[in-house]
Each structure stands twice: as C-alpha cells, then as structure tokens.
C-alpha cells in the first residue's frame, strides 16, 4: 500500500483480507482424526463500510461539537483536546482495531470543535458586533465542500496519486507542523512569534498553505482507503479509514475557521 501522510492508515495491512487464511493447509489432518474444517474468512471491507463509518463519526462529531457551541461549555475545549490527543496516539500504536475508541474519539474532537467555535464566534462578535455564528457555518461549509472537491478530483482522476506526489504532501505537512512549533515556541519569547498566527498577511499565507496541504491529504486518505478496499482487508478496518479522514477534516476544519477569522479584523 502506498504511504500516506495519515498516521491512521498506516494501521492498514498491506495484504489482502483472505492472504492470511492458508486454505493450502486445511482439510482433513492426521489419519484416524476428525476433518479439520477450513477457516472462516472474515468479510472484506468495501466502499459502503467506509461512508457507513465515516458517516458514524462525523455525525456525532457534529452532535457533541453542536451540544457545546449551544450548551456554552467552551471551558471542555482544552481538556477535549487532550483527551483526543490520547485517544488518537492509542488508536494510532494499538494494533488490533477498536470501534469504541473510534467513536470516543469523534465524540471528544466534536467537544473540541464546538469550544474552540464558542471562542472564536465571541471573540469575532465583540470585535465586530456580530457575525460569529455566520463565520462557523461558513467553515463548516467551507470543510463540506473542499471534501467533496477533492473526493471528485482523486475519482475522476484530475489529480493521479504519484509516490512523488505522496513525497512531496508528506514532506510539506512535516514542514508546516515543524513551522507551528516554532512559531509557538517563539511566542514565549516574542509577542506573536513569526508571525504565522497573529492575523496578518504572513498568517493569511500560511492559513491557506495549510488549506492546501490538508486538502491534497485527502486525496493520499482516498488513496489509501481505495488500495485496501481493492487488496480485500477486513471490514472491521473501515473504523481505521473513518479515523483517518476524521483527523484531515478536524484539521482543514480548524485551518479555514481560523483564516475567516483574520479577514473579521479588517
């Protein structure tokens, strides 16, 4: 299977759902035994699996991330974001699939999104006198539709998935990540750090270079879940791709809220 920048399809296995199943050896054993009936193969994934799932998490993501936006409780923000954290490295290093901590997770990363909306929304109300819940809609929006454009980019064949490519979206995601630390570590130090955060022009750069990354990561996501579907892995794997793709949405989600909120302060 080719690489992803998605640490959560790294869990895929490279082999076909039926490859571990040795059929060559089955049958009817030592002489004087009883037949040995062959393994069962268990059902191998396919497209319907994957959307069933990934609907599963972002729909409840959008429940718990709805209930706090409403509810006010942007204070489950940081402790939200923690909690994702570990639940993403567990999902991440566990090796056998675990649909609750799935589930777990989408329903943290939705308390995370609905705070860290809350906060944004009542800080671009008090710059501007309203308009928070226009820009949260508008990302969400915005979200929904970069998914769907590159979902029609990878099927129609746009865009081809080329190991170079692959390089060259992991590299720079590498390279964007190195830069927000810095840019974080900087800000101990100085008022704003470099610069990639603070609502300028070098921010509004960076904001859409991130866009970007994030959105061709969906095409390695789709890649990647298409080569597993193809190679017959188990169904029970379709949990893994819904975590990958929930982990990129969270991402350009965050990234075109934060930039909408750059243009508020005009």
Do not use: H
Not at 61 to 82: N, R
Not at 103 to 123: K, N, Q, R, T
Request: glycine letters at 12%; charged letters at 10%; proline letters at 4%.
């Amino acid at each position: 299977m080719r690489t992803t920048s998605n640490p959560a399809f790294k869990n895929l296995p490279t082999n076909g759902g039926y490859a571990n199943f040795n059929y060559g050896q089955g049958g009817f054993g030592a002489p004087g035994q009883a037949p040995v009936a062959p393994p069962q193969a268990t059902r191998p994934m396919t497209i319907d699996d994957v959307v069933t799932k990934t609907a599963i998490t972002l729909a409840l993501t959008v429940a718990t991330g709805a209930a706090t936006y409403i509810s006010g409780l942007y204070a489950l923000a940081l402790p939200a974001a923690i909690i994702g954290l570990v639940l993403s490295l567990v999902i991440i290093f566990k090796k056998k699939v675990s649909p609750a901590l799935v589930i777990a997770y989408a329903a943290v990363e939705g308390v995370f999104l609905g705070g860290i909306s809350y906060v944004i929304g009542g800080a671009v109300n008090n710059f501007t006198g309203g308009g928070g819940s226009g820009i949260i809609m508008q990302a969400i929006a915005g979200t929904m539709g970069v998914f769907a454009a590159m979902l029609v980019v990878y099927k129609t064949g746009a865009v081809r998935v080329t190991p170079k490519l692959t390089k060259w979206i992991i590299g720079a995601a590498a390279g964007v990540a190195i830069l927000m630390l810095v840019n974080l570590v900087a800000g101990f130090f100085t008022a704003g750090g470099l610069g990639l955060r603070d609502g300028g022009p070098i921010a509004i750069v960076f904001s859409l270079v991130c866009i970007g990354i994030a959105a061709f990561s969906f095409l390695l996501d789709f890649d990647a879940a298409d080569k597993a579907i193809k190679s017959g892995v188990d169904a029970k794997f379709a949990w893994y791709v819904a975590f990958g793709l929930m982990t990129t949405l969270v991402w350009l989600y965050l990234e075109i809220l934060r930039l909408l909120s750059y243009f508020q302060n005009d």
